[in-house]
C-alpha cells in the first residue's frame, strides 16, 4: 500500500505535514488538534463510515502511516520550533527554486496571482479541507492541492522583492501584488534611512533538508534497533552539517546502545557544543552518568566503561 507524494513542497525531499492536516501553515497547535481529532474520527477502524473494506483498510493504514506521524511533528513545543526552521529553510529554497517551478492545480495557479494574498490561500486550503478525508480517491489529490498552495504561498512571502513566479508553460507568471510593492518599498526606506545602524547578528541557518531527511532515516533505524545503519544515516547527516547539534545527539546514542562509551561521550560532548540544551544529548549524558556510577559499584557488565577509566577494576 503506496502513500508515495511528489507534489507541492513533497518536491523538495520535505514532509509537508500541513498539508497531509488539511491546515494553513500558520496554524495555531489547538487548530492543529482539533482538526486532527476530527480526521482520526473519520479514519480510524472503528468510526470509519466507509462502506467498501478495502477502503476501510486504506483508511486505517493512512491515519496510523501518515495522518498520525504528521500530527506528532506538532505534539511538542520543540519538534514544533524544529519543523518551523525547517519550513522556513524549505521557503527559501523554493525562492531559489522558483525557475523550475511547475504549478498544476487551479487553485495553486489562482493564489499565484490572488490580490490578497493571505485571504485567497487560507480560503483556498479550507475549502479542500472539506473534501480531503470524504473518500479514499480525494485525499491525496487534496493533499497534493494544499501543497501546492503551501509550495506558492511560501514563494510569495519569500519574494517581496519582485521576483516573479515561474509557474510553467500552463500558468501565468505571478507579478507583484500591490500589498507586496508596499511592503517591500517600505523595507527599502527603513533601510535608507537608518545612519550608521548596528550591524545585525549573523542569522542562524536553518536545518538544511537533506540532513534531517538523513537524521528521520537514522530514527527509524534506530527504533528497530538497528543502530548499525542509523550510525551510518548520521555520519552521512554530520558531512552536510558538521555542527547539527541533533544529528550529534543521535550518534551518541547510538554508540551507547553498542557499548561504546567513548565514543558516545565524545558525540555527546559535540551536540552540548552546538546546543546545550539539546534533549538527546542531555539524555545520553544521564545515560553515561548512571552507567558510570553502576560501574563503579561492580554492577555495570565488564568493559563497557574501560575506555572511560583506564582499564577494569582490579
Not at 34 to 51: G, M, N, P
Not at 136 to 154: G, H, K, P, R
Not at 217 to 233: H, I, P, T, V
Request: aromatic share 8%; proline share 5%.
Amino acid at each position: 500500500m503506496s502513500f508515495e507524494m511528489t507534489k507541492g513542497l513533497f518536491k523538495y525531499d520535505f514532509t509537508d505535514q500541513h498539508a497531509i492536516l488539511g491546515v494553513p501553515l500558520d496554524a495555531e497547535y489547538s487548530e492543529i488538534r482539533k482538526r486532527y481529532t476530527k480526521i482520526a474520527r473519520r479514519l480510524h477502524s472503528d468510526t470509519c463510515s466507509f462502506e467498501d473494506q478495502a477502503d476501510k483498510d486504506w483508511a486505517n493504514q493512512f491515519l496510523s502511516k501518515v495522518v498520525n506521524p504528521a500530527y506528532n511533528k506538532f505534539s511538542k513545543e520543540s519538534d514544533r520550533k524544529e519543523y518551523s526552521l525547517l519550513l522556513a529553510a524549505i521557503g527559501k529554497r523554493v525562492l531559489k527554486e522558483q525557475a523550475k517551478m511547475q504549478i498544476e492545480s487551479e487553485a495553486a495557479k489562482q493564489l499565484a496571482t490572488a490580490k490578497d494574498l493571505e485571504e485567497a490561500y487560507k480560503t483556498a486550503v479550507s475549502k479542500l479541507a472539506l473534501k480531503q478525508y470524504e473518500s479514499v480517491a480525494e485525499t491525496q489529490d487534496a493533499i497534493a492541492q494544499i501543497s501546492e498552495l503551501n509550495m506558492v504561498y511560501l514563494l510569495r512571502k519569500e519574494r517581496l522583492g519582485g521576483v516573479g513566479v515561474a509557474a510553467g508553460s500552463s500558468a501565468k507568471a505571478a507579478t507583484p501584488t500591490s500589498t507586496e510593492k508596499k511592503a517591500a518599498e517600505k523595507k527599502a526606506a527603513e533601510k535608507t534611512a537608518t545612519v550608521n545602524p548596528t550591524p545585525p547578528p549573523p542569522p542562524v541557518e536553518p536545518p538544511d533538508s537533506q540532513t534531517e531527511a538523513y537524521c528521520r532515516r537514522a530514527q527509524g533505524f534506530m527504533d528497530s534497533k538497528n543502530y548499525a545503519k542509523a550510525s551510518l544515516e548520521l555520519r552521512e547527516a554530520l558531512k552536510r552539517a558538521p555542527k547539527h547539534s541533533k544529528a550529534h545527539a543521535m550518534l551518541a546514542m547510538c554508540y551507547f546502545e553498542q557499548n561504546q562509551a567513548t565514543m558516545a561521550k565524545l558525540e555527546m560532548n559535540k551536540a552540548l557544543a552546538s546546543n546545550p540544551e539539546e534533549p538527546t544529548a542531555l539524555e545520553v549524558k544521564k545515560k553515561l552518568e548512571q552507567a558510570a556510577a553502576k560501574a563503579k559499584k561492580g554492577e555495570e557488565k565488564p568493559g563497557f566503561f574501560a575506555s572511560l577509566f583506564g582499564g577494569k577494576k582490579k
